[in-house]
């Protein structure tokens, strides 16, 4: 009986949130090697010096970005350590790179990228809505149920005997079905299978994203509060000076805070961001995660087919057993 109402319910959820699932799930694909790709096409953003050219100074190049951005904004300057590598002006989302000898605005190479990049991202995290919008929500109650799919699919993925053949067919695919029904039947239980852990901590670090609640209770895992959020600051670049310009135009050496100890919360919720896409194990860790989210799209579309055909099996029956009534009632 419990199995049954397990069942059921592991249906209902699939149905409900199956097509946000899918979606979910491909633009996760699309993201998988997000930072490659941008760092791939930010590499053709390269100035070739001319003999005895000499780089501007960093005041200069400073003036030359506030020039070009809006009146009063705020912006941070990378100075790269290689000559051949533009200067950057950061301002939100805005970002401006600058010949290092010239200060002339130069095309982004990575601008389509990163454009591209970010609208997916957006429509990953929010149906390309607001925070707090009802297309927000729908998606996070979607993972939310994603959670609960995987979890009753384990009880459900477990054969009523414990026996190899079974277990084979839940856990090898065939080289051949029988019947579309099959094959679905047998990929939904062994990519479920194969991929459940990795899903598991894609699906369970999102909902910490998407609920305070579940982002609390990270922390009291720890015993710990909720740290309060700070205000972004200039992240440090690698072979490059980062420099932050005010709104009436002063240079200063951006500071680097001594980095603290991190508590046993922050470390745990800090790897709780870097599994959901994988980053943390690097680039295995993110060909899994996109291999897993490449598998969940297959979940979603066959766990809908399943549910299809036992609706359109279940209303053939239901016909059939009007078309033997309709006889028998005559007869009396």
């Known amino acids: 009986m419990f199995r049954r109402c397990l069942f059921w319910m ?31 096409r930010d590499r053709a953003n390269q100035v070739v010096l001319s003999d005895g050219e000499r780089l501007l100074p960093v005041g200069e190049l400073a003036l030359r970005a506030g020039q070009a951005l809006p009146a009063g904004t705020p912006f941070s300057l990378v100075v790269a350590t290689e000559a051949s ?17 010239s200060g002339e605005l130069l095309p982004d190479a990575a601008a389509g990228m990163r454009a591209f990049m970010s609208t997916v991202k957006d429509w990953h995290r929010r149906l390309a809505g607001d925070t707090d919008s009802l297309r927000a929500n729908l998606l996070d ?7 609960f799919i995987l ?9 009523p005997v414990w026996r190899w053949q079974l277990m084979k067919l ?13 094959r679905d039947y047998s990929w939904h239980h062994v990519f479920g299978a194969w991929m459940l852990l990795p899903l598991l901590l894609i699906a369970v670090s999102g909902v910490v994203f998407s609920y305070p609640w579940a982002n609390q209770l990270v922390f009291a895992a720890y015993g710990e509060a909720v740290p309060e959020r700070r205000g972004p600051s200039p992240a440090a670049v690698p072979d490059a000076t980062v420099y932050t310009v005010s709104a009436d135009g002063l240079v200063e050496l951006a500071s680097v805070a001594v980095a603290q100890a991190a508590t046993p919360g922050q470390s745990a919720r800090r790897w709780l961001r870097f599994i959901h896409t ?18 969940a799209c297959l979940l979603a579309c066959t766990g809908m087919a399943l549910a299809w055909r036992r609706l359109r099996a279940s209303r053939v029956r239901r016909r059939r057993l009007q078309q033997v009534a309709l006889p028998a009632d005559a007869a009396c």
């Open 278 to 295: 994988g980053e943390v194990y690097g680039l295995a860790g993110q060909t899994v995660a996109g291999l897993a989210s490449l598998a």
């Open 170 to 182: 839940r856990l090898l695919p065939r080289t051949s079905y029988a019947s579309s029904r099959m």
């Open 10 to 40: 592991h249906l209902a959820c699939g149905v409900a949130a199956g097509l946000l699932i899918f979606f979910m799930s491909a633009s996760g694909v699309l993201l998988t090697y997000e930072k490659q790709m941008i760092d791939w």
């Open 85 to 101: 590598r533009p200067a950057v002006a950061n301002a939100g989302r805005e970002r401006l790179l600058l010949h290092p000898a």
């Open 151 to 159: 979890v009753s699919g384990i009880f459900l993925w477990l054969p």
């Open 141 to 147: 109650a979607a993972n939310l149920l994603f959670v």
